[in-house]
């Protein structure tokens, strides 16, 4: 394949998964990414990446089930869609994806709501663990117990607690899952790097283009090999650089073989192994984690596991454990009860002081969150706040009445008073058909509820109020997960 990409000019699009990372991710790890192929957008990509996995799905399929052309044929047509993606990823990235699997006629555009689902990577791993390594016969209710899906790019941490056993295993969130980018292909970015440092350095005799083809041939025999094997610094290991008449003593190259020493590789894996370390700690202090169950492909590397089993008690997995798990996910959901990344509620734009109509002083533009950062919400339960408005006529036409739904993501600072002050994010805006006779005042007061819900894996926000003595609720408008 190699030599035909050369051949043919191909350009490989290396990690181009990255490139789709919400922007405050790739600020947060300052993250560099490799260029896209000219004039090819990470759309076209998707889309044939799309068709790829297709294909090769479909031609496994038929030939590997009973009579598969058929029941492919029979069936592909109304299928569900289930794609897995980070914890930090959300609605911006799910609608690329959506886009993309309808560009790649997957499934056509007016079904492509109700039969593409997404889910993140650590619910999707939990219900693999779950199914798999028969974990539900050992737990017991109100023991906690985390996920950590190590995977090329990024790591997904989740803290769960088992809630009920029987007759179905059910689990909820204890905080907001994390997501670090510390996965496997920075370990080979460390790894590149250093290889570049050693082949430029004027000791080494090498021209520009030996020195591309030598670092080359060596990070993908690192990945192959040495990555693999990799245990702590007793371990050493030789690498392939691909011209076999090369030698350089002071390199450590002979005969075309790098010798790597323990101590070396192991900087190649600890900034990311410190940061999963890191964030393994955050997300289980304080909940009495009793295990921490690692899976993922990054998540199958010796030293990763070693270390982790050396500073907590672990279990692992395979590394598959995503693309089974969103089919168990699918099949039966076992998360009941979520937690909220960030707060939300709702703001006016003033401050100063002011009398209503109803004669009492106020002061508007005060920040009223309905659900804040950490609060678990169960998936057939929401959180609701009242409010009212105040209409100067006694009987007031409402039609259609709207409330603004806003997200504080800032972390680590105190909670707003004001509105004004909460740097917010506006995520959805909910409207309500509403028909309500009013008293014969000198003014008119509504009184309603906005609350906020789970539906599945994503937020929604909805109107509830009382007309002719029943509870009604609007239409549910779902807040973008990336804001989750």
């Known amino acids: 394949m190699q030599d035909e990409a050369e051949d ?32 090819v957008p990470l759309s076209t990509i998707y889309r044939d990446f799309f068709k790829y996995l297709v294909k090769h799905t479909q031609d496994t399929f038929t030939y590997r089930v009973l009579d598969g052309a058929r029941v492919w044929k029979t069936h592909i047509p109304s299928a569900d869609i289930v794609i897995a993606h980070p914890n930090g990823w959300g609605l911006r990235e799910q609608e690329f994806l959506r886009t993309a699997a309808v560009a790649a006629s997957i499934v056509p555009e007016s079904q492509s709501h109700t039969r593409i689902f997404f889910v993140t990577e650590g619910e999707a791993s939990v219900h693999y663990c779950m199914f798999h390594a028969d974990l539900a016969s050992q737990f017991e209710p109100n023991v906690r117990f985390a996920v950590c899906d190590a995977g090329g790019s990024t790591v997904d941490i989740t803290a769960y607690s088992v809630s009920e056993v029987h007759p179905q295993l059910q689990l909820r969130e204890v905080k907001p899952s994390a997501c670090t980018q510390a996965g496997g292909i920075f370990v080979n ?63 450590g190259v002979k005969r075309g073989r790098m010798t790597l020493d323990g101590a070396t590789t192991k900087t190649f894996f600890q ?7 890191n964030s393994l700690k955050k997300q289980t202090s304080g909940i009495e984690c009793k295990h921490i169950l690692l899976v993922g492909g990054f998540g199958e590397n010796t030293y990763l596991r070693e270390t982790l089993r050396r500073i907590f008690e672990t279990r692992t997995a395979k590394s598959k454990a995503v693309s089974d798990g969103v089919v168990i996910w699918r099949a039966a959901s076992s998360v009941i009860a979520r937690a909220c990344r960030f707060q939300y509620g709702c703001c006016g734009i003033e401050r100063s002081p002011v009398k209503g ?46 409330s603004v739904i806003y997200a504080y993501t800032i972390l680590g600072r105190k909670e707003p008073y004001y509105a004004t002050n909460v740097d917010g994010k506006l995520v959805c805006t909910v409207t309500a058909d509403i028909n309500v006779s009013g008293i014969r005042k000198k003014y008119w007061q509504l009184d309603f509820k906005i609350g906020i819900q789970f539906g599945g894996t994503e937020l929604q926000a909805y109107l509830e109020w009382i ?11 779902i807040i973008p997960n990336s804001l989750i």
């Open 8 to 39: 043919n000019g191909w350009t490989l699009a290396k990690n181009f998964k990255l490139h789709l990372h919400p922007q405050t991710m790739k600020e947060k790890y300052n993250l560099a990414l490799d260029p896209l192929p000219v004039d």
């Open 189 to 251: 970015k460390a790894a590149e790097d250093y290889f570049h440092r050693v082949f430029s350095d004027p000791g080494a005799y090498l021209r520009p283009d030996e020195i591309k083809d030598f670092v080359k041939h060596a990070i993908d025999d690192f990945e192959a090999t040495v990555k693999k094997a990799f245990k702590d610094v007793s371990s050493k290991g030789s690498l392939d650089i691909g011209q076999s008449r090369y030698t350089n003593p002071a390199l």
């Open 271 to 277: 900034p990311s192994v410190n940061q999963i370390v």
């Open 357 to 402: 109509i109803d004669g009492r002083e106020r002061i508007p533009g005060v920040w009223h969150p309905i659900v804040r950062r950490g609060d678990i919400l169960q998936s057939d339960e929401g959180a609701a706040e009242e409010f009212c408005r105040f209409y100067q006529t006694p009987s007031p036409d409402l039609g259609c009445v709207s």
């Open 467 to 477: 007309e002719d003595g029943k509870t009604c609720k609007s239409p549910a408008q």
